[in-house]
């Protein structure tokens, strides 16, 4: 059960940080345009 919640956790950092990077990516974009 620990290790299910752990993997919860950490599923949703990586999806706070592919969001984060997806934005980014997403500005750097709009600027070089």
């Known amino acids: 059960m620990r290790n299910a ?9 990586l999806k706070k940080l592919d969001n984060l ?5 997403g500005h750097g974009i709009w600027q070089e345009n």
């Open 5 to 13: 919640h752990c993997r919860e956790i950490w599923r949703g950092k």
């Open 21 to 25: 990077e997806m934005s980014s990516v």
